[in-house]
């Protein structure tokens, strides 16, 4: 058995049936994307070893990289997605979630230490954003002033000192599968900071 779609990031994933187990493939061929697939793969792998209580992570089987390219052999974990578990579940199950995400989020931090971001990787980084932006079709005056007082707010704030170290990078309810009371991540990001306020930022972003 074999069931293939292909993710936001462009990779293929393919459920395969090995005997009586199955396993998620998920792979690329885009050589801009080649290192960056292995990176968030080996994230995975580390993610497994901080065993946060109703936090499970898929298993890494295997990391396979080549010139033309990556694929990454992991478990395949039965899930609702939180549309289903939000629609079906009560209050305390809920509530039992957040506490999760919290406990999560608790863990990374306790895993990063302080050190100093500097103001150019981070105007850097909101420039390559407010590139794109800019070219979206509906891009007007207001969005325009947004993107001004933005930029001068980041300016203003100089380098920072933040938890840097751990963190899943995209860590919105879609990657989230939900396992009865346990909480399954997935679709870990390699990011341009690797810091725990990334995943509160995502989280309070679908919150």
Known sequence: MKIEVIGNSGCKVEVVREDTKLFVLKSTEDTKYLGRLALQAEKQKAATDMHVPNIIVPKVYEISKSDAKTEVRMDYVYSQNYIDYFE???????????EAMI?????????????????????????EVAGKV???AD?????????????????????????TGVCHGDLTFSNVLFCGQQYCLIDFLDSFIETPLQDIVKLRQDS
Not at 116 to 127: A, D, H, N, R, Y
Not at 139 to 163: F, S
């Open 88 to 98: 079906n579940d009560g209050v305390h199950e809920i509530d039992a979630f957040v």
């Open 103 to 127: 406990a999560f989020v608790e863990q990374e931090i306790k895993l990063s230490p302080i050190a100093v971001c500097q103001i150019v990787v981070l105007m850097t980084k909101f420039e």
């Open 139 to 163: 891009y007007n005056e207001e969005l325009n002033e947004l993107m001004g007082k933005a930029r001068k707010k980041i300016a203003d704030a100089g380098d920072l000192c933040i938890p």
């Open 134 to 136: 800019e070219k979206r």
